[in-house]
C-alpha cells in the first residue's frame, strides 16, 4: 500500500509540530478509527480526521491556541488537494455534524455579573426575494469551509421551532440560543428574506443563517472575521 498525496502532505505537516515517528502514528490511528487507509483517503476525510481526533490526540501535548492554529491550517491546505465535486442545494434532513477541533461538550460558563448588551453587526435581506441561502447538499462540504476558518469555536443546527438537532465545539447556552434564534428571524422574515444575521457581544460573535427548514448558527471569538464568514458562505452557493 503506498500512501497517497493527501496523507504524505498531512504527515508532513504534522512533522512540523512532533517527531516524525509519532506524527505518523497519530495520524495512522486517527484512519483506523474512520476505517480509512493511507491510500484512499481522500483530502476532506483527511482534515475532518485533523479537525477531530487528530487534533484531541495532541491537546494536552502541545499549547492549545497554536495547535487549533496549526491543525486548521493544514486541514484547509489537504481539503485543497482534490477536486471540488459539483454540489447540491442542503436538502432539509442534511445535518451539519461537528463544528471545530473542540467536540468535546462545553464547560459551564458563569454568568457575568452584568449581563453583556448584544450589538447587531448586520442584517442581510432581500425585500424583493424570496430566496434564503442555498448551500450544497454535502453536510461535510459545509462543514469544512466553516470549521477551519479562524476564531471559529462551535457550530450549531437548530430546528424551525429552535430546537436543537446538532450541536459541536462551543455554543454556550445553546437551548436558549436557538429559541432566541427562531423567534428573532421569524420577525426579521417579515420584512423581506432573511439571509445572515451576526451579531457580537463581549463573549464574541454569533452568524446565524436560514436553511429552512433548519438554522445554521456559527460561534466565534471576538476577533472572528465576520468577512471571511460571509465569504465562505458565498463560495459554498457558489458550488450548488
Known amino acids: 500500500m503506498t500512501p497517497n498525496a493527501v496523507y504524505e502532505r498531512t504527515r508532513e505537516g504534522l512533522t512540523g509540530l512532533l517527531p516524525g515517528r509519532a506524527a505518523r502514528r497519530i495520524l495512522d490511528d486517527a484512519l483506523q478509527s474512520k476505517e480509512r487507509t493511507a491510500d484512499a483517503v481522500s483530502g476532506s476525510e483527511m482534515a475532518q480526521l485533523l479537525l477531530g481526533p487528530v487534533y484531541h490526540g495532541l491537546v494536552g501535548v502541545l499549547p492549545r491556541d497554536a495547535l487549533r ?5 493544514l486541514a484547509r491546505t489537504v481539503a ?9 442545494q442542503l436538502p432539509a434532513e442534511a445535518v451539519v455534524a461537528v ?7 462545553s464547560a459551564p460558563v458563569p454568568e457575568p455579573r452584568t449581563r453583556p448588551t448584544p450589538e447587531v453587526a448586520a442584517v442581510e435581506q432581500d425585500p424583493e426575494s424570496a430566496l434564503a441561502r442555498t448551500l450544497p447538499a454535502d453536510p461535510d462540504r459545509v ?15 437548530f430546528d424551525e421551532a429552535g430546537r436543537t438537532v446538532r450541536i459541536r465545539g462551543d455554543v454556550h447556552d445553546s437551548e436558549a440560543l436557538g429559541r432566541v434564534i427562531a423567534a428573532g428571524g421569524a420577525l426579521l422574515a417579515r420584512h423581506g428574506a ?10 464574541g460573535v454569533l452568524v ?21 464568514v460571509y465569504a465562505a458562505l458565498a463560495a459554498l452557493e457558489e458550488e450548488r
Do not use: F, M, Y
Open 69 to 73: 492554529r496549526e491543525i486548521k491550517l
Open 80 to 88: 485543497a488537494i482534490e477536486a471540488p465535486e459539483r454540489a447540491q
Open 99 to 105: 463544528a471545530s477541533p473542540d467536540e468535546h461538550p
Open 143 to 157: 462543514l469544512l469551509a466553516l470549521a477551519v476558518l479562524d476564531a471559529v469555536e462551535g457550530i450549531a443546527v
Open 194 to 203: 432573511l439571509r445572515t444575521v451576526c451579531v457580537t457581544t463581549t463573549h
Open 208 to 228: 446565524t443563517v436560514p436553511v429552512p427548514p433548519q438554522w445554521l448558527a456559527v460561534t466565534g471569538a471576538t476577533n472572528l472575521n465576520i468577512g471571511a
